[in-house]
T-cell receptor, first 110, second 115 residues
Framework: KQEVTQIPAALSVPEGENLVLNCSFT??????LQWFRQDPGKGLTSLLL?????REQTSGRLNASLDKSSGRSTLYIAASQPGDSATYLC?????????FGKGTRLSVIA | GAVVSQHPSWVICKSGTSVKIECRSL??????MFWYRQFPKQSLMLMAT?????????EQGVEKDKFLINHASLTLSTLTVTSAHPEDSSFYIC???????????FGQGTRLTVV
């Protein structure tokens, strides 16, 4: 059974810092991995999708990497801003529908 | 991009009543839609897979008679919470994927409060 773990559970950083969020999964037989952002009480916003054959994807200040063999992904956020404050979820898609981690709650302090 | 619209965004209902939540794919056809539930500070948990024109597949521990799913068209799936109780209060989110694509697109979510 696929399990997804995200570390840390919460993170607080000053504005302008670069930061890394970690995601690990137990079953490497995945189709893709997605990173989402969730604002309080809101739905999910897809940030980046990495196919199983890819190593990384970039969008603006965000860079996500995937090491399928070791079951790890990282989301790198450059030059963090207060508007980046949210919960970041990673989810993997394989033989079953998306399996989500519990998320990392990020606070960027101005 | 692909847009999934979920309605309502929030609802308060009395214990014992039923509530229907709609999930629509606005600019693509979705043969399969998924319903998730999220309790505070918890991850999203898959409740059921909704297939157009057939019965939904429920995850273990999810009562199919309580959470009725109807996927009557390629752009609409509904989740009805029947005889709602306070413990059903949660955030419900649907997602859909384009046929042949594994990327998931999510609705805005519905916050259900049962009083």
């Amino acid at each position: 059974k696929q399990e997804v773990t995200q570390i840390p559970a919460a993170l607080s950083v000053p504005e302008g810092e670069n930061l890394v969020l970690n995601c690990s999964f137990t079953d490497s037989a995945i189709y893709n991995l997605q990173w989402f952002r969730q604002d309080p009480g809101k739905g999910l916003t897809s940030l980046l999708l990495i196919q199983s054959s890819q190593r990384e994807q970039t969008s603006g200040r965000l860079n996500a990497s995937l090491d399928k063999s070791s079951g790890r992904s990282t989301l790198y956020i450059a030059a963090s801003q207060p508007g980046d404050s949210a919960t970041y979820l990673c989810a993997v898609s394989g033989n079953t529908p998306l399996v989500f981690g519990k998320g990392t709650r990020l606070s960027v302090i101005a | 991009g692909a847009v999934v619209s979920q309605h309502p965004s929030w609802v308060i209902c009395k214990s014992g009543t039923s509530v229907k939540i709609e999930c629509r794919s606005l600019d693509f056809q979705a043969t399969t839609m998924f319903w998730y539930r999220q309790f505070p500070k918890q991850s999203l948990m898959l409740m059921a897979t909704s297939n157009e024109g057939s019965k939904a597949t429920y995850e273990q521990g999810v009562e199919k008679d309580k959470f009725l799913i109807n996927h009557a068209s390629l752009t609409l799936s509904t989740l009805t919470v029947t005889s709602a109780h306070p413990e059903d209060s949660s955030f419900y989110i649907c997602s859909a994927s384009k046929e042949g694509d594994t990327e998931a697109f999510f609705g805005q979510g519905t916050r259900l409060t049962v009083v």
